[in-house]
């Protein structure tokens, strides 16, 4: 049977063109990645293009729905829950500690926070570098056992699984040494692709802003936070963000395991 499928190298051109993709060509460049049909160099190219040229809102919508499905979709057994399944997620800024916190605080309120934490990009350490600090600390569970966990404790912070949205991982391994870290469109499908897969009913994102974070000015920030809520709403997830102040260190250390203990203590 002859493919139909659009070559990686096309889908490429075209957005390199200006061109806007529709769904089926999203669709293939991402199922390309996650088959190693597409090359390394491939991926790192399309995410330049993308960088360069932007996505409209469908295009991005598009490109999160197609890295979600890349992988399993968890589905939660209502009937064991004793609350939503919520989840809360940070840009990311100098002593941030916070879903360190705050997730068993949620788990206490009788929610369910099945958190999907990534690594830094840039120059601070990600919630999962940070618990990489604690010895013996699974970041990389099974399905079954982070379920089990989320379900019966109310909270688990863990790293993205080969299961969950393989595509970003691919995708996330190549932003920081290709200077496409700060493509909106990619920021979106990375977050939220993961989010979806996770199977929330709600989410919180708190976009720091100022000369300590990603996005160091308001404008950017309003950028990236429209862009979120904008996907994560059409792709049925109840989004809202919020932009909170990284002009200053959030706490009194910085490090991956002193931020760890601070956040203990």
């Known amino acids: 049977m002859i493919s139909t499928r659009q070559s990686p190298q096309r889908v490429i051109r075209r957005k390199r063109d200006g061109e806007r993709l529709d769904t089926a060509a999203i669709g293939d460049m991402v199922a390309a990645v996650v088959d190693g049909t597409a090359s390394e160099g491939q991926i790192a190219a399309f995410a330049m293009a993308v960088f360069l040229r932007g996505m409209v809102i469908d295009e991005s919508v598009a490109l999160t729905a197609a890295m979600r499905d890349s992988g399993t979709v968890l589905t939660w057994p209502l009937d064991q829950l004793r609350g939503p399944v919520i989840d809360k997620h940070s840009t990311g800024g100098v002593g941030d500690t916070v879903s360190l916190v705050l997730a068993p605080m949620l788990a206490a309120c009788n929610a369910h926070v099945p958190m999907i934490s990534g690594r830094g990009l840039g120059h601070t350490g990600g919630t999962l570098d940070k618990l990489e600090s604690i010895p013996g600390y699974a970041i990389h569970p099974d399905k079954r056992r982070f379920m089990d966990t989320v379900v019966q404790t109310g909270c688990a912070i863990v790293g993205q699984s080969d299961e969950l949205a393989p595509a970003d991982r691919k995708f996330y391994a190549v932003r920081d040494v290709t200077a496409t870290v700060e493509s909106i469109p990619l920021i ?47 792709l049925n997830l109840n989004t809202t963000a919020l932009l909170t102040d990284m002009n200053e260190p959030l706490g009194n250390t910085a490090g991956n395991a002193l931020e760890v ?4 203590d």
């Not at 897969?197 to 990603?214: P, T, Y």
């Open 261 to 264: 203990q601070s956040a203990i």
């Open 188 to 234: 979106t499908a990375s977050i939220l692709s993961k989010k979806l897969a996770a199977g929330l009913s709600a989410l919180v994102m708190d976009i720091k802003v100022g000369n300590g974070a990603f996005a160091s000015n308001m404008t950017a920030a309003e950028t990236l936070a429209t862009s979120i809520v904008r996907v994560g709403q059409q």
